[in-house]
T-cell receptor, first 116, second 116 residues
Framework: AQKVTQAQTEISVVEKEDVTLDCVYETRDTTYYLFWYKQPPSGELVFLIRRNSFDEQNEISGRYSWNFQKSTSSFNFTITASQVVDSAVYFCALSDWGGATNKLIFGTGTLLAVQP | DAGVTQSPTHLIKTRGQQVTLRCSPKSGHDTVSWYQQALGQGPQFIFQYYEEEERQRGNFPDRFSGHQFPNYSSELNVNALLLGDSALYLC???????????????FGNGTRLTVT
């Protein structure tokens, strides 16, 4: 069955520390996409990144970087030099091969608190 | 360019009542999905609408129904409300006819439903 596990329920760091959010997934599909979304207190899910199963290159966007390792079914997210504005719940998600649909399977999320 | 808009933002209902939630997709998007997010959990897929038809449905009872209008806006209806239906209901839209493999979902701020 499709499943996403985010074992870290809460992480607290002090500003400027680096932090890594873990994501482990299970899927039967050979073609799939993985996502990270950020959910601030306002409730809106903000798209951060999409990675397909054939592209294992790490990606960096400013202070954000992602490490996709198919061998361990992991797609971890690192924030470098964290800031208070990074405080939010972060969700990892897996696309469900439903043909033409956009169904996503979400993990339970990691609450990141960045203290000043 | 307006993003995904949902109304109302908050709603309080009594057990057994019926509720209708509304969603307007991002401009240019024609596919609308609904997700339920219980407190402390990740969003769970309810169903998706495309061309005014339900294209896929998650593991939700028939009490949950929906509709999509010709202008692509959508409604989520829940009948015979239970205490367990209390959650944040998120609407998401995406580009024409494409799956998550090509287009990430854009989410609204959600409707917080409380059932007493």
């Amino acid at each position: 069955a499709q499943k996403v596990t985010q074992a870290q329920t809460e992480i607290s760091v002090v500003e400027k520390e680096d932090v890594t959010l873990d994501c482990v997934y299970e899927t039967r599909d050979t073609t799939y996409y993985l996502f990270w979304y950020k959910q601030p207190p306002s409730g809106e899910l903000v798209f951060l990144i999409r990675r397909n199963s054939f592209d294992e290159q790490n990606e960096i966007s400013g202070r954000y970087s992602w490490n996709f390792q198919k061998s361990t079914s992991s797609f971890n997210f690192t924030i470098t030099a964290s800031q208070v504005v990074d405080s939010a719940v972060y969700f990892c998600a897996l696309s469900d091969w439903g043909g033409a649909t956009n169904k996503l399977i979400f993990g339970t999320g990691t609450l990141l608190a960045v203290q000043p | 360019d307006a993003g995904v808009t949902q109304s109302p933002t908050h709603l309080i209902k009594t057990r057994g009542q019926q509720v209708t939630l509304r969603c307007s997709p991002k401009s240019g998007h024609d596919t609308v999905s609904w997700y339920q997010q219980a407190l402390g959990q990740g969003p769970q897929f309810i169903f998706q609408y495309y061309e005014e038809e339900e294209r896929q449905r998650g593991n939700f009872p028939d009490r949950f129904s929906g509709h999509q209008f010709p202008n692509y806006s959508s409604e989520l209806n829940v009948n015979a409300l239970l205490l367990g239906d209390s959650a944040l209901y998120l609407c998401a839209s995406s580009f024409p006819g494409q799956s998550s493999y090509n287009s990430p979902l854009h989410f609204g701020n959600g409707t917080r439903l409380t059932v007493t």
